[in-house]
């Protein structure tokens, strides 16, 4: 089997978590790999969020904002 | 050294003598060759035993923080830098604080040291000049100062201190911050830095010397310590929790460190700290163009924004 | 009496409408008035102007003729100078819109009568049958996918095909389906289609409903249309619609946006080639006599410029952008430097010429003709050719206009009465935005909070009476309990069900720890969903509720509403999206997507089971105001505020009031602007909720919104809960042109008193010079309003001494609006426009008799000598650096590069602070005319209102909390808070936060090293339980 990897998404409520809406709107279609955590702010991402999700088993980390 | 320690014990005896501070904090002869200590005086009497060499390694910000009364601290370039960001943190009251600032040219290894008289035991040790004497058992062994130094302090360009009230010493050349080490570093392959990386973190005990030896940390609960949440693992046997460790601790220095280098000459596992520190420390000068510790007035580079700022990090469409 | 009674307003202290010639103002009015507002369109300006009327204690009927609320501004890509999204900055004000419960949203609606006096109408409203009932419809979109007929998508600019049952842009408010009746098969044959109704499991669809009246009583009404685009076509030069790749500015944003037809995908729609070439036609419908659109349309440079800056952003490749303009003209706040960015590191080039013909070139390609302006004719192909076109007055607009006896100007806009910014020739009748006069996005939202500034203080005495509040039961008390998780899994009708296995999910989540019933709902935000949702709450004694269907950004509020009503705290919920960011978009993997739904369904389960009740902070406030700057703006601002009944306290700095108005004596469409400033200081000091302080600054400043305490160099404390900041701005005192060294060089305010003194109705020749200290490397901005200025003043000479010869050394003549009258007619009247560039200033010297002055000019090529007797400068605006930089540490507001203040966003917060309670207006925010500056301190009143009708400050409470003992007080988070919300106590030695001001953004928690940080309703512990789920 292919290599899939586990992607978690710090995603900021105003703009890329509506963003990522968006393109479920628009019926856009990407890997199911993708798990969002939503956060009121970009600036709520502290880089312990980081390590602890690689921690946890995540591949690559995507923070958007 | 013999003049410097002698304008410091002046300096010191007459501060304390006029009571215009309560405490000197600086160095006295180690009870060890190639050491010296930090030491507290607090009479005329006491600073006769303050002493200058090049055994003065100890970052001594670290005995500032938070104090009441009125301190003067001896300091080198890398303190001062220190001191500067702690002032900014709240953490040193300037009002309360006598910098006597001494220039400085490096300060020496031991390891270094050692390895040259090939593990002998030196039991003195005699400066003239830019030459030192390593003596020991049927050792006596001639050696460059320079050579000697730690990689830190030859890397160094603030032996000059950026603030103080009184300045020992004689001015010392200008140099450039450089980051061989770094860009070396860099230039390896992403596999390969991960090796090294893994290869440090496997030395790591987790006895947190580092971060006890770092004057910039300074808080009261540690986040390796906190249990709700539990950041990351609290034993030692993850080199990945390690890198964690040490990679939170970079983010923490960001813009904060003074790069003296005090982490790596606390570790007792000998591990390559400063190529993280330090990497850190290009970053924010790159990116920036900022450097911690040097000036008392602005704003801590990370605490700041401008709308010019560069953002290398955001992705381009 | 109760319809009869006549009062003179003045003597209610209840003037509204200042005029130039002294008049006294009598109106019909009744004792009773009606504390709700009609408002007219839905675009931004209608969005604006409700949100600030609602919050202020009125209620809104807001009217719109399209199925949805957004107007023009969801069509747009990005927004210049920020170059934000324009729908992502929007959307919030959406939603605030669409679900406040004062806010009566009528969409297919429009005004059909109008009865009554100022603060009594009655207005007759028709609703056209929308054939889908918007309580029920959940916006799934199962109904469109079945619908057989497509048509051209008016939203896209018809670049793309909608059916015939659409939303008309993805994010729209109301989130339901309209059935376009002219195309639905069903309406020509009732058994040809049903298709939708199969679709629909909502059962919201019905093509028998009927149009629909209402009549509604409201005390104002506030007319915002919008504006229509110029239709190119009209232009045959142009060859819109015959050449192809010829298209228009709106045509052109839909292509750069992402949910446009193409995805953003920058291609010519004629064969979908991706363009090498670009360029831009200016002034395509404005500036042009010849067709009735005389006046410039304001916002065409500046958008062009946007769109030639991010299509370069989107072309992989080099992209060739040029803009073919007569003058450019960025003219307001950040413009200039937008456009010297664009000019310099983007490289978009900029050709002044004027435009023959498009043709049609080789490949598609479009041949422009033109003349520079040396008078040399040049080609050049492009791939692709947008034509900014122009802004105009939408025809139903006018005709309404008309039918409620409103002036219109010569082009059919609405231009407000002199001096008012926003009143209609009709009391109780207020205009804002582009029907007013085509003006951008900024100016829109200034003028609708304006407008209802000015609504406000006509209906004060009735505020409150009409607007809503909901009353829930008391809070169960939850702490201590063990949790107890219902799991509501939504199938959206076959939206979610059909890629997710949604009993698959229910039953995994049975599963997860502290679930104690899980099931699934058909449409879990359907009106029986809730009630279910309600009684499952009690039944299984739930203190925690996950829903796993859309988005918590439409949906979140909905279901917490949910939950209060079922004496639960809302933020003991999750909403977790298994739809928009699952079914969705992995419509081709139900497996792998219904893996992803259990796991987003575990990551809310244990989120929520670290939920703690959030509770709404509330602090006392204090509704009295301060107004820092007695001149116009502070005055205005004072009045109105006064008059909504608020006590104020104006401050000025000088002894007496009046600022730089006390210089002006013209204004620019001949006002007499003494006779008015008498009036309104009149007006200010008869006040009695107003009391001034004159010859005092501001000293110091304590507290925040709510609760400010100001003290002044005299001493004296003034508490208050609001700010407002209209300190004015200073002529600039050049060093150039030999000013302060000959006497006959002036500037403009100075010319100005001479002209009217009579001192210059002798002179023979004048010469003016513009842009002298603004739009160069010291002050790279524009002042704006000294074209105009010096035109008016040109003309004025003309007007006492038609002989005088007046020349105008020009860079760009910024005419903007209707102002562009004024260049017309001073042509016609010989005033003689010289350009000069930047590289190459006038030179002034003395000569025997007067001086003279060298400019090259860009017709002859050549050096031109004048000889004169006056020299007038057009001196830049100047902020008054050191006591904006005083007040902005004392306010926490930021300055710009500038240092004129720096407004909480550009586009949609003109007038506000990012600091709460704190407003501005007048030359302090930046340059303007007196019109402007009259429109924006109304504005700030508006806004300013919306936070002093409050009893008290109260926020909802997902604020920051300090752990003093693990505090270090390194003050980190008291630089980082963008809000300025935290601060370090002295004496505690510990982070304080204030949590009336605090955001919950996070910023402090993620920087603070030592952990003592922790943000409510998202704590550090939530996100690593979300984390542990993966």
């Known amino acids: 089997m292919a290599y899939e990897p586990k992607i978690v998404a710090f995603l900021c409520n105003w703009c890329s978590y509506a963003g990522a809406d968006l393109a479920g709107i628009g019926r856009l279609q990407y890997p199911t790999n993708l798990r969002v955590v939503r956060i009121p702010c970009s600036g709520r991402i502290n880089p312990l969020f980081i390590f602890s999700a690689l921690r946890n088993g995540a591949d690559g980390i995507l923070t958007s904002g | 050294m013999q003049k410097l320690t002698k304008e410091i014990q002046d300096t010191a005896k007459k501060l304390l003598e006029e009571n215009k501070v309560d405490l000197v904090v600086g160095f006295a002869k180690g009870s060890l060759p190639l050491r010296s200590t930090p030491y507290f005086a607090r009479t005329a009497e006491q600073a006769e035993e303050l002493v200058w060499n090049q055994f003065c390694e100890n970052n001594l910000a670290n005995y500032l923080k938070k104090r009441e009364e009125k301190v003067a601290v001896v300091a080198k370039g890398c303190d001062i830098r220190a001191i500067v960001a702690l002032i900014k943190e709240n953490q040193i009251n300037r009002d309360n604080l006598y910098i006597i600032g001494v220039t400085c040219q490096g300060m020496i290894d031991r390891n270094k040291a050692d390895e040259l008289v090939n593990g002998k035991e030196i039991l003195e040790t005699e400066t003239n000049g830019e030459e030192i004497v390593l003596k020991g058992k049927d050792l006596e062994q001639k050696a460059k100062v320079e050579e000697l130094l730690y990689d830190t302090c030859t890397r160094c360009a603030y032996g000059n201190p950026v603030i103080y009230d009184e300045l020992i010493g004689e001015e010392q050349p200008a140099k450039e911050p450089n980051f061989e080490d770094i860009e070396k570093f860099e230039a390896l392959s992403a596999e390969e830095r991960a090796q090294y990386l893994a290869k440090e973190m496997e030395k790591c005990i987790r006895c947190y010397a580092c971060r006890n030896a770092c004057p910039m940390c300074y808080c009261d609960t540690c986040f390796v310590d906190e249990s709700t949440p539990q950041w990351i693992s609290k034993r030692a046997n993850s080199a990945k929790d390690n890198l964690i460790f040490q990679g939170v601790r970079v983010f923490h220095q960001l813009g904060r460190c003074a790069d003296c280098g005090a982490c790596e000459r606390a570790c007792p596992m000998g591990i390559n700290l400063s190529l993280l520190t330090r990497k850190g420390v290009k970053d924010v000068k790159e990116t920036y163009g900022y450097e911690a510790g040097l000036n008392p007035d602005d704003k801590p580079v990370l605490s700041d924004f401008e709308t010019d700022d560069p953002q290398p990090f955001l992705m381009k469409e | 009496m109760v319809h009869g009674l006549w009062s003179i307003r003045i003597e209610m202290g209840q003037t509204r409408s200042i005029t130039t010639k002294n008049e006294r103002t009598v109106v019909h009015m009744s004792t009773k008035r009606t504390g709700s507002v009609l408002v007219l369109g839905a675009g931004i300006a209608g969005i604006q102007a409700s949100l600030d009327l609602a919050e202020s204690g009125y209620y809104v009927h807001l009217v719109e003729s399209s199925p949805a609320i957004g107007g023009v501004m969801p069509a747009l890509d990005k927004t210049f100078p920020t170059n934000d999204c324009s729908m992502c900055i929007l959307s919030p004000k959406l939603v605030d819109c669409g679900r406040h419960l004062n806010i009566n949203v009528m969409t297919t609606s429009e005004l059909i009568d109008l009865e009554g006096e100022p603060g009594n109408y009655k207005a007759k409203v028709k609703t056209r049958a929308r054939y889908v009932d918007p309580a029920k419809c959940t916006g799934c979109g199962s109904c469109t996918e079945e619908c057989p007929v497509k048509v051209d998508d008016d939203f896209n600019q018809g670049l793309s095909k909608r059916k015939a049952i659409y939303k008309q842009y993805a994010q729209a408010y109301p989130n339901a389906y309209a059935i376009d009746k002219n195309k639905c098969l069903k309406f020509k044959n009732a058994k040809a289609c049903g298709k939708c109704l199969k679709a629909c499991q909502a059962e919201a669809i019905n093509h028998e409903m009927e149009d629909e009246i209402n009549e509604l009583e409201v005390g104002a009404v506030i007319l915002m249309p919008g504006f229509d685009a110029y239709d190119a076509s009209k232009l045959d030069y142009y060859g819109y619609g015959k050449v192809p790749n010829v298209i228009t500015s709106l045509e052109f944003e839909r292509i750069l946006s992402a949910s446009g037809p193409f995805g953003g995908h920058l291609i010519r729609p004629s064969d979908e080639k991706e363009p090498k070439k670009i360029a831009w036609i200016q002034c395509v419908g404005s500036r042009n006599c010849k067709n009735d659109h005389g006046y410039c349309s304001s916002v065409c440079c500046m958008y062009s410029i946007k769109e030639a800056v991010i299509a370069k952003e989107h072309s992989e490749h080099d992209l060739d952008t040029a803009i073919f303009y007569m003058d450019m003209r960025t003219y307001g706040k950040e413009f200039e430097k937008y456009y010297n960015r664009a000019q310099e590191e983007q490289g978009v080039r900029f050709v002044r010429n004027r435009v023959y013909e498009l043709t049609e070139g080789e490949d598609g390609s479009v041949k422009i003709r033109y003349a520079l302006e040396d008078g040399s004719i040049q080609y050049e192909e492009f791939d692709m050719v947008v034509l900014s076109v122009g802004l105009e007055p939408k025809g139903e607009a006018v005709e309404l206009a008309k039918k409620l006896g409103i002036e219109l100007n010569q082009y059919n806009f609405c231009e407000a009465k002199p001096l008012t910014g926003i009143n209609t020739n009709k009391e109780g009748i207020y205009v804002a935005g582009a029907f007013s006069g085509p003006r951008d996005i900024p100016e829109t939202v200034m003028q609708a909070s304006a407008a209802a500034g000015e609504a406000q203080a006509l209906l004060s005495e009735a505020k409150g009476t009409l607007t809503k509040a909901k009353e829930y039961p008391a809070e169960t008390d939850v702490a201590g309990e063990i949790i107890r998780t219902g799991v509501f899994v939504c199938h959206c009708g076959i939206n979610i069900a059909g890629v997710v296995d949604v009993p698959n999910v229910v039953d995994y989540a049975k599963e997860l720890p502290g679930v104690v019933l899980s099931t699934n709902k058909i449409y879990a935000c359907s009106q029986d969903s809730s009630g279910q949702i309600k009684e499952a709450i009690k039944e299984h004694n739930l203190n925690r509720v996950v829903v796993a269907s859309c988005s918590p950004r439409t949906h979140e509020p909905m279901f917490q509403e949910t939950l209060k009503e079922a004496g639960l705290n809302p933020h003991l919920f999750e909403l977790t999206n298994i739809r928009d960011q699952c079914s969705w978009v992995h419509m081709d993997e139900p497996e792998k997507a219904t893996e992803k739904a259990k796991d987003l369904v575990k990551m809310a389960v244990n989120k929520v089971a670290l939920a703690k009740p959030v509770q709404p902070v509330k602090l006392d406030m204090n509704h009295d105001v301060l107004v820092i700057g007695g001149g116009v703006s502070g005055m205005t601002n004072a009045l109105n505020l006064a008059e909504q009944g608020y006590q104020v306290n104006l401050v000025e700095k000088e002894q007496q009031l009046g600022g730089i108005a006390r210089r002006l004596h013209y204004g620019l469409k001949g006002e007499d602007v003494q006779g ?264 700030a009143a508006g806004r300013a209102a919306t936070v002093l009708a409050k009893d008290q400050i109260t926020v909802e409470g997902k604020s920051a909390v300090v752990d003093k003992k693990k505090c270090s007080a390194c003050g980190t988070c008291e630089q980082i808070c963008p809000a300025k919300a935290i601060k370090v106590d002295e004496e505690e030695q510990a982070a304080v936060v204030n949590e009336a001001l605090c955001k919950g953004c996070g910023a402090c928690s993620s920087s603070c090293r030592c952990g003592a940080i922790n943000v409510k309703g998202c704590t550090d512990e939530q996100i690593m339980a979300m984390l542990s789920a993966l």
């Open chain 3, 676 to 939: 008015y400033l008498n009036q309104l200081i009149n007006q200010i000091e008869q006040n009695n909720n107003i009391k001034v302080y004159t010859g005092q600054e501001i000293a110091d400043v304590n507290g925040f919104v709510g609760n400010f305490t100001t003290t002044l160099t005299d001493g004296q404390q003034i508490e208050h809960g609001v700010t407002v900041i209209a300190t004015g701005s200073q002529e600039y005192q050049p060093q150039e042109y030999l000013y302060g060294e000959n006497h006959r060089v002036k500037t403009l305010l100075e010319l100005e008193t001479e002209i009217a003194d009579g001192q210059l109705d002798k002179v023979n020749n004048v010469v003016l010079i513009q842009c002298v200290g603004s739009r160069d490397s010291e002050r790279p901005y524009c002042s704006r309003i000294c074209c105009t200025k010096s035109i008016k003043t040109a003309l004025k000479i003309k007007e006492r001494r038609p002989e005088a010869k007046v020349y105008i050394l020009y860079r760009d003549i910024r005419t903007y609006g209707f102002y562009e009258d004024l260049y017309t007619e001073a042509r016609q009247k010989g005033v003689i426009f010289i350009r000069y560039s930047e590289d190459n200033k006038p030179v002034v010297e003395n000569v025997e008799d007067g001086l003279r002055v060298t400019v090259t000019d860009h017709v002859l090529g050549e050096p031109v000598e004048i000889y004169t007797d006056e020299i007038g400068l057009a001196s830049a605006i100047v902020p008054p650096v050191e006591n904006n930089q005083k007040l902005s540490k004392f306010y926490k507001v930021p300055l710009n590069e500038d240092k004129f203040f720096l407004e909480a966003h550009l586009k949609l917060r003109p007038v506000d602070f990012s600091t709460e309670g704190v407003f501005m207006c007048g030359l302090s925010h930046g340059p303007k005319n007196l019109e402007e500056n009259i429109s924006q301190a109304k504005a």
